[in-house]
């Protein structure tokens, strides 16, 4: 029998480290996963990329798998979400109906309603209560049904920009009525980004509706939806995601 030495143990210790570490490598996933610049959910400079994307992150780390956000705009969000080493999209709202995606189980919530000159409120119970007035929206985003159907009946006029941020001058420079945004989004442009807006536009309290945020799985990686929803078994989904908006949107 081969003598036992301290050197020999040393050695034993370090290779039984190493084949534990190569295990842990070979278990370990990574998901990639498409995304789009949407403040304070999503977002390639804000602290953990998010509120969605930290809850998404905590979510995954619960079944041993990490996430890599690719950050493009809407439309090239969705056209490359179905390459095969992409899972899918997110978040997305359920009003998604591409054909190479199917929404997760749902996800979180965010109230979605109007950006509002601050000194010309809009005055609404009803949408149709809108009719003539000029709603900027975000060019290639999903709107509400019954918002869709008074702009194709020409009740309420839109005008489209590329961007979220893009709407929110527009209001504060008084070219439209008001912007059909996420509150929260909102929120984040006029107290994070440019404060000095705070003075001249508002958010209208009444909201459209609190709309369901959901993971746009790819048809090529539909049957991982199960370990995303393992690992929601073990989180809060919408907590982490409130947590966050309360940490840096304190107050607003």
């Known amino acids: ?20 570490f190569a295990g842990f490598n070979a278990k370990a996933e990574r998901w990639v996963v498409n995304t789009t610049e949407w403040p304070p959910f999503t977002c390639s400079r804000c602290p953990e990329n998010g509120a969605a994307a930290k809850a998404l992150r905590e979510t995954l780390k619960q079944v041993g798998i990490d996430v890599e ?32 995606y199917t929404p997760s189980v749902l996800l979180f919530r965010s109230p979605l309603g109007f950006l509002e000159p601050r000194d010309r409120p809009l005055q609404w119970k ?39 941020f893009t709407s929110v ?6 070219k439209v009525d008001g912007a059909l945004m996420d509150i929260n989004n909102a929120r984040y442009y006029i107290y994070v980004v440019q404060p000095s807006l705070a003075g001249r536009v508002s958010v209208n309290p009444r909201i459209i509706e609190n709309k369901e945020l959901y993971f746009a799985v790819n048809s090529l990686n ?18 982490i995601v409130d947590d966050y908006l309360v940490k840096y949107l304190k107050g607003h």
Do not use: C
Not at 80 to 94: L, Q, R, S, Y
């Open 1 to 20: 029998m081969k003598k036992w030495t301290k050197s020999h143990g040393k050695k034993q210790i370090l290779v039984l480290l190493l084949l534990i």
């Open 126 to 164: 009803e949408l149709k209560d809108l009719k003539g007035k000029l709603i900027s929206t975000t060019q290639s985003y999903a709107r509400p049904q019954e918002f869709a159907n008074l702009v194709e009946k020409k009740v309420i006029r839109t005008e489209s920009g590329w961007d979220d």
């Open 222 to 239: 539909r049957s991982k939806m199960k370990k995303l929803e393992k690992g929601l078994k073990k989180v809060n989904f919408q907590r």
């Open 69 to 100: 956000f690719v950050f493009y705009n809407w439309t090239q969000a969705l056209k490359k979400g179905t390459d095969p080493e992409v899972v899918g999209v997110f978040p997305a709202w359920a009003e998604i109906t591409h054909p190479d």
């Open 169 to 174: 001058r527009k209001v504060a420079l008084g």
